[in-house]
């Protein structure tokens, strides 16, 4: 049996994703409340721009940039048809990346160790 192999390693390029979500409520005795019956539980919703240079950055606000919440690209829904408020979370989130030699770019999460 064959086993696929393949070299990757840590390149300075991001997957940046938009993510909306709301957290998660408790009642009075502080059990969870399930408000979507999503995988999370709560009210969660991702789509991912796409791949970007990124190079170390000289201070931490320089870290991830802020994207305008008028954006039309900010998730709007969650799966279960909730409709985001203007009070949930948006989240700008920047993954690193692994590359190989023939120019193959992938999440670093996504690489199997």
């Not at 954006?71 to 993954?95: A, I, L, M, S």
Request: net charge negative.
């Amino acid at each position: 049996m064959d086993i696929p192999c393949f070299y990757a390693v840590p390149i300075a390029k991001v997957q940046v994703e938009l993510r909306r979500f709301k957290f998660s409520i408790y009642d009075e005795s502080k059990k969870l409340v399930i408000e979507c019956p999503g995988p999370m539980g709560y009210h969660d919703a991702e789509i991912t721009l796409g791949i970007k240079d990124k190079l170390i950055p000289p201070s931490y606000e320089d870290l991830i940039p802020c994207i305008d919440h008028k954006d039309p690209r900010w998730p709007k829904k969650c799966v279960c048809g909730y409709e985001f408020e203007d009070k949930d979370e948006w989240q700008t989130n920047e993954h690193r990346t692994c590359g190989t030699p023939g120019g193959w770019v992938e999440r670093d999460q996504s690489i199997p160790h």
